[in-house]
């Protein structure tokens, strides 16, 4: 039935791959408590990105990240949404001028997950088995810890990944235990690894919202909900990433961590074949947040060379 509404309190753009959904539906609930709205008055529009249509091929080859981000972006610009929730790991190194990354949700584990039925660990996996995964990183530090291992790349969301594991196409994946959490597949983890010798990728676990920064409306909507502890460690690991010019193609990875107003960083570039690694750790204060990322990332793509990522 035909019913007259009021506009939007508000309108998020958010892809359409169920764990988008989550952290759009997500925000939506922590605006609504935030600002006591009903729900309803928070609109989610779900757009479709490149990224969701070219399933076929690696992403490192066709584009990388901007492929889930650049329809809604676009839809920010056009005004047709006033703010776009994303995973902070998707989203690229340099945002477009006039939109900026402004809120974050709390970061859930940052974890990656090791899926496989036939060992607890990859460690314990069986000399020539197959691991199959999307990302460069996870393929650059599976070699690098198990260079007798091999790596294939398969894409798609989270269930189709499960299901080359369940099915027997590859021996195990490894996907962020965020997003197994956040689609109630925790119980899908055979195990996890520990941050130290598997380093996650910069802004794993973290919802990170963007809107036209002018848009001081929506800014100041968003800060009633935005954490600022997983913002400053994103802001260390994106200044990090930026210095290394990192994007899809490049095996990176970095999480920092606070305490009260301190804040640590770890970094890390690792060669495809995972033959060489180069790792860095930084210490100070969450104000000097991004000159630590920065920092970092200016000397490990010193130590890398410049044909460290030339190969790919
Ligand atoms: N690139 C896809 C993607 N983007 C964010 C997550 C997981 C959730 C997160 O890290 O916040 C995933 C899946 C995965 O890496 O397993």
Known sequence: MAQSSSPPFV???????PLALWQAHETQKRLAAAHGVPLEAIAITVIKTSGDIIQDRPLAEVGGKGLFTKEIEQALF???VDLAVHSSKDMETNLPDGLALVAC??????RDAFICKKAKTLAALPAGSVVGTASLRRGAMVKRLRPDIEV?????????RLRKVETGEVDATLLAYAGLKRLGLADKA????????FLPAVGQGAVGIECREADTRTRDILAAIDDGVTRTAL??????LRALDGSCRTPIAGHATVAGDRLSL????VK??????HETARDGACAEAEALGADAGRELKERGGPDFFAHL
């Open 78 to 80: 056009d005004g047709a």
């Open 272 to 277: 495809t074949d995972g033959s060489i690694a």
């Open 105 to 110: 949700l709390p970061r859930e584990d940052v």
């Open 266 to 269: 770890r970094g890390l570039i």
């Open 11 to 17: 309108r998020i753009g958010t892809r359409g791959s």
């Open 235 to 240: 802001t260390a690991e994106r200044a990090f």
């Open 152 to 160: 294939v790349s398969i894409r798609g969301n989270v269930d189709t």
């Open 190 to 197: 055979t195990s996890l690894f520990d941050v130290a010798i």
